[in-house]
């Protein structure tokens, strides 16, 4: 079946700093999104992306879609202590609606 | 606030009985999908239901689990004779397939289930 990797399993940083975390499939991915999850609360949708090469920014939040549409990145500019959490990439093949799922980046952010 | 609504928000059971979760998808969304998440790992999918249909129940086991998107009311996932492996948070997302074929989940804020 379908898996995802998703790379750091956890990053520590200064306020202030910019973060890169991403996500690799074994397989093509017609559709990848970004969450972050915080505790005891459900995933929220950071950004979505559609394309190939897609190119998305949400305030401070960067991903693309990368070509092979086997990869996607996030990256986080000039970090802030709310940005702590959980987050997840996730991606859909073409089997339909279901979310294949990374297994996370947990993010701390030292004030 | 026209989101995802899950309740209950917390459930405890004992091993043995039945676990009922209830998700009412955003407004103007048909499409319900169901994700079960354990202690520090990612989502995994269980089933997908349109209106009164299930699409894909490739990710719910194959004993005790059921789910169901009746024509009114919200979606249930039911669990019969839960274990303590059941144990876990569950997740309901919705959509609402747009023409260009983007299928946009929005999650609710989970049920999570204690099995004594």
């Known amino acids: 079946g379908q898996q995802l990797n998703q790379s750091p399993q956890s990053m520590f940083i200064q306020e202030g700093e910019d973060v890169s975390m991403n996500c690799t499939s074994s397989?093509?991915?017609?559709?990848w999104l970004w969450y972050k999850q915080d505790p005891g609360e459900g995933p929220v949708l950071l950004i979505a992306l559609y394309k190939a090469g897609e190119l998305t920014s949400n305030g401070r939040l960067t991903a693309q879609f990368g070509i092979t549409r086997k990869d996607s990145f996030l990256n986080i500019s000039a970090s802030i202590p709310s940005d702590v959490g959980i987050y997840f990439c996730a991606g859909r093949g073409n089997q339909g609606g279901k979310l294949i799922f990374g297994q996370g980046t947990e993010l701390s952010v030292k004030p | 606030n026209a989101g995802v609504m899950q309740n209950p928000r917390h459930l405890v059971r004992r091993r043995g009985q039945e676990a009922r979760l209830r998700c009412s998808p955003m407004k103007g969304h048909s499409h319900v999908y169901w994700y079960r998440q354990l202690p520090e790992e990612g989502l995994k999918f269980m089933v997908y239901?349109?209106?009164?249909?299930?699409?894909?129940e490739s990710g719910m086991p194959k004993e005790r689990f059921s789910a169901e998107f009746p024509k009114e009311g919200p979606s249930i996932l039911r669990i019969q004779q839960v274990v303590r492996g059941d144990s876990a948070a569950y997740f309901c997302?919705?959509?609402?397939?747009?023409?260009?074929?983007?299928?946009?989940?929005?999650f609710g804020p989970g049920t999570r289930l204690t099995v004594l």
């Open positions: 397989s093509i991915f017609n559709t």
């Open positions: 239901l349109q209106k009164e249909n299930i699409i894909d």
């Open positions: 997302a919705s959509s609402s397939r747009s023409s260009q074929g983007t299928d946009t989940q929005y």
